[in-house]
């Protein structure tokens, strides 16, 4: 309770922020809904010639879409600035305020800054969700749940892994390098993970499951997740959350040098 | 141990460096095979502070303040020894015990650059749980011995230095900590904003009885606000007491001012080492046991071409000097 309401002051205090740069603000809405328009126009476009892309039709990719827009909107919106924020603690030594508060380090760090424009991101993708739900199929109550279990379970593997990669901060200082290929593998989740080939198809699903993140959410809400899957989707995140985390704290003793 | 609020008692903390020399020849043997050497940033120091105190902790750079104070509040762990705050084992970092202790930085800021402070010292109230009444009452206090009613609700990052640490002392100081460690909270600032930083802190310890441990380069600093000082060199404690008795314990002089109508002219040598001359006034030093001797023989013999004359101890910058570049005479404790 008391971190949601951490979580809800943070937010507070960065949209008080944002609104004080209007134009900024509108300008970045623009670019959202130009971006999100285009790429759907490009489906559109894609199943002109085809009505069916690997089991995936208009409907399915359009949900899909829209699952996208879903995660990386919620990326961007505070993933991505605290873990920014995050880094730069590391290099300035500013880190050790978080650490000297009585509350959770991680908590405190990673989940600390938002960029609330972002919100608008996810409610376009959710606009594109639905807008391709009455091909794909009846939405019942049984994809829904699972459609809302698959997409925490997706924005949770995204965290983990953004919190596993930054953690090499602690022991290398400087790794934005390696958070740009983070966010440009991210892009790959635009498709279904299903069309790449299987190399490509096993690194997005594992190492990097931003392949999952987005497709599985997608499947699930057009009824094609089955029980099984969405069980080792849930045991799956868990266990990504619970590594991460440990492998946080174990930079975090480098950090301090604690390792007594 | 004692009811002290900081006890530490054998304190040391080894660090291990990876040293390599220049050249690509040698990076790559370093690459192969590390050279590793140890290096004692604290080596073995005990001192307790009772609540209340204002202590000064002073030292050259790199004698191991920052390293000890890192471990009291609980970021670092020791590589041996023991230390209590408040009756809590700082590096385990348990919740009750940050709740009751802040560590000020002044080269580090933990305020939010975008936003005013006003909106981070919020977030600091929800994160140490203070109440809404006492959260006011400590806001209103230390706006009105900060000055900052409109500081607050500017974006951090217009601030100046200067209102930039005071508003980072509000921050530190939300939780209204029984406990303070103060690393170099006056560094950079300009004279006026240092003097006030000063009146600060002690009017801060007097009116909330806050234990405090302080860290200077600036000795004003430490006059100002330290009855007792300890002072660490190379990870080792050289003294810790009074700061009025550090002088007698660690410079074994005295300074007599002796300011004459004719000074241009007068040859005071035998009195004592002339160690400055400046027109009529001419400084010497001498040694403490027999200085009020030679200060009394001076107006004895000088008489009516004196004009003024003081005994004093040398001041404390280069008391402290002396004791770090090795050249003390007398004992420590």
Redesign the interface.
């Known amino acids: 309770m008391r971190y949601l309401r951490l979580l809800a002051l943070f937010f507070r205090t960065e949209l008080a922020y944002e609104l004080e740069y209007r134009t900024n603000l509108a300008l970045e809405l623009l670019q959202m809904v130009v971006i999100v328009t285009t790429s759907v126009a490009a489906v559109l476009v894609l199943f002109n010639y085809t009505t069916v892309l690997n089991g995936w039709d208009l409907g399915a990719m359009l949900v899909l879409l829209g699952c996208f827009y879903l995660v990386q909107g919620f990326g961007e919106l505070v993933l991505q600035p605290s873990f920014e924020k995050f880094m730069e603690h590391v290099r300035l030594g500013t880190l050790d305020f978080a650490l000297l508060k009585p509350a959770s380090a991680q908590f405190l760090v990673t989940l600390r800054h938002f960029q609330v424009v972002q919100l608008a991101q996810m409610g376009l993708g959710a606009v594109v969700v639905i807008a391709g739900l009455p091909r794909v199929s009846t939405l019942g109550p049984a994809e829904a749940a699972t459609f809302v279990i698959a997409l925490v379970c997706g924005f949770t593997l995204i965290y983990a892994l953004l919190l596993a990669l930054s953690t090499f901060a602690f022991w290398f200082v400087r790794i934005d390098n390696l958070m740009a290929i983070y966010w440009s593998f991210l892009d790959a989740g635009r498709f279904p993970v299903d069309i790449y080939p299987g190399w490509l198809r096993v690194t997005l699903s594992s190492a990097v499951p931003i392949g999952v993140a987005v497709t599985v959410p997608a499947q699930a809400i057009s009824g094609r997740l089955d029980l099984i899957g969405l069980g080792l989707l849930v045991v799956g995140t868990i266990a990504a959350f619970f590594l991460a985390s440990w492998f946080w704290r174990l930079g975090l003793r480098s950090y301090t040098g604690a390792s007594a | 141990m004692t009811d002290a609020v900081v006890e530490v008692r054998d304190l040391r903390k080894t ?1 291990r460096v990876t040293e390599r020399q220049e050249g690509l020849a040698a990076t790559l043997r370093s690459f192969v095979r590390r050279q590793r050497r140890d290096i004692n940033a604290v080596a073995g120091i005990t001192f307790g502070i009772e609540a209340g105190e204002v202590v000064g902790f002073l030292g050259p750079n790199g004698a191991g303040k920052t390293t000890t104070l ?1 471990m009291l ?7 041996g020894g023991e230390a209590r705050v408040l009756g809590f084992v700082p ?1 385990r ?1 348990e ?2 015990y ?2 009751q ?3 000020l ?1 002044g080269n ?3 305020l ?1 650059w ?2 005013p402070a006003a ?2 010292f ?2 600091l109230q ?4 203070v109440p809404e009444d006492s959260f006011r009452k400590t806001v209103g206090e230390l706006t009105e011995l900060l000055e900052l009613q409109e500081l607050v609700h500017k ?1 951090v990052r217009n601030l100046s230095l200067g209102e930039r640490m005071k508003v980072e002392f509000a921050a530190g100081l939300i939780q209204s900590p029984r406990v303070a460690f103060l690393d170099e909270p006056t560094i950079g600032l300009d004279i006026s904003m240092q003097v006030r930083i000063r009146r600060f802190v002690a009017e801060y310890n007097r009116r909330t009885g806050a234990t405090i441990l302080l860290t200077s380069h600036y000795m004003d600093d430490v006059v100002a606000l330290c009855k007792r000082v300890i002072v660490i060199h190379h990870g080792q404690l050289l003294y810790d007491g009074p700061l009025a008795d550090l002088a007698e314990r660690m410079a074994p002089f005295k300074v007599i001012v002796a300011t004459l109508h004719d000074g241009a002219a007068a040859d005071l040598s035998v009195y004592g080492t002339v160690v400055a001359r400046d027109e009529g006034r001419i400084t010497l030093k001498v040694d403490r046991q027999i200085a009020p001797e030679r200060a009394a023989r001076l107006v004895n013999d000088l008489g009516d071409r004196l004009t003024d004359i003081s005994v004093e101890d040398p001041p404390i910058e280069e008391v402290i000097d002396r004791v770090f570049s090795g050249e003390r005479v007398g004992t420590a404790p």
Not at chain 2, 73 to 79: A, D, I, N, Q
Not at chain 2, 126 to 129: D, S
Request: without cysteine; hydrophobic residues 40%.
């Open positions: 660090f890192k509040s609980g970021l670092l762990y020791p590589t590096w970092r919740n009750a940050l709740q202790m802040t560590l930085m580090r800021t933990q939010v975008d936003i909106d981070s919020r977030v929800e994160i140490y749980r974006p």
